[in-house]
T-cell receptor, first 117, second 114 residues
Framework: NAGVMQNPRHLVRRRGQEARLRCSPM?????VYWYRQLPEEGLKFMVY????????ESGMPKERFSAEFPKEGPSILRIQQVVRGDSAAYFC???????????????FGPGTRLTVT | TQLLEQSPQFLSIQEGENLTVYCNSS?????LQWYRQEPGEGPVLLVT?????EVKKLKRLTFQFGDARKDSSLHITAAQPGDTGLYLC??????????????FGQGTTLQVKP
């Protein structure tokens, strides 16, 4: 059973370009979470999605960032007009469900390391 | 706002030594998870503790959830170089409207020297 997949693993963008990060959840998982890990900081929640719905985007910057999880295909985190401060590791996690013991656990992908030059 | 504080932040020990990492909060959590993260990789779930006072063992790792469900500890017996990594505790943000999003501690970086 394949785990959470993310690609690309490393992404280099110049200031002002767009970055697209993709996440394929574990088979059977319909809940996707995106987290950001800045250098020397812990993991911070960004957005929570279910198929075709954004459930909670309270951790996502209001501008330049967007996320989607279409009916078919991976979840996408999109950053427009990137700035140096966007350089970080972006992790996707998926879960089967939550509020049921053992089913709400989140499993993380290997991350995408974004470098903005 | 719920916060999780881990201590110590850094720990460097010799192979064979024992160690304990702490995860503390002033808030109650319905459950806490422990993850280990290696450089360049994502966090890997080690365990979930749910019941106050619960103790779970994973080989040489022992996890405990405080009686009041506000804190947790991870104890490693006879540490090995393969235990080297970043250890993270995480709990569900109960102020999030039941979305399941996690709050993470800042992590404990463990280095085990051979």
């Amino acid at each position: 059973n394949a785990g959470v997949m993310q690609n690309p693993r490393h992404l280099v963008r110049r200031r002002g370009q767009e970055a697209r990060l993709r996440c394929s959840p574990m088979k059977g998982h319909s809940h996707v979470y995106w987290y950001r890990q800045l250098p020397e900081e812990g993991l911070k929640f960004m957005v929570y999605l279910q198929k075709e719905n954004i459930i909670d985007e309270s951790g996502m910057p209001k501008e330049r960032f967007s996320a989607e999880f279409p009916k078919e295909g991976p979840s996408i985190l999109r950053i427009q007009q990137v700035v140096r401060g966007d350089s970080a590791a972006y992790f996707c996690a998926s879960s089967l469900a939550f509020r049921r013991q053992g089913a709400g656990e989140q499993y993380f992908g290997p991350g995408t390391r974004l470098t903005v030059t | 706002t719920q916060l999780l504080e881990q201590s110590p932040q850094f720990l460097s020990i010799q192979e064979g030594e024992n160690l304990t990492v702490y995860c503390n909060s002033s808030s109650v959590f319905s459950s806490l998870q422990w993850y280990r993260q290696e450089p360049g990789e994502g966090p890997v779930l080690l365990v979930t503790v749910v019941t106050g006072g619960e103790v779970k063992k994973l080989k040489r790792l022992t996890f405990q959830f405080g009686d009041a469900r506000k804190d947790s500890s991870l104890h490693i017996t006879a540490a090995q170089p393969g235990d080297t990594g970043l250890y993270l505790c995480a709990g569900e943000d109960l102020g999030s409207g039941n979305t399941g999003k996690l709050i993470f501690g800042q992590g404990t970086t463990l280095q085990v020297k051979p």
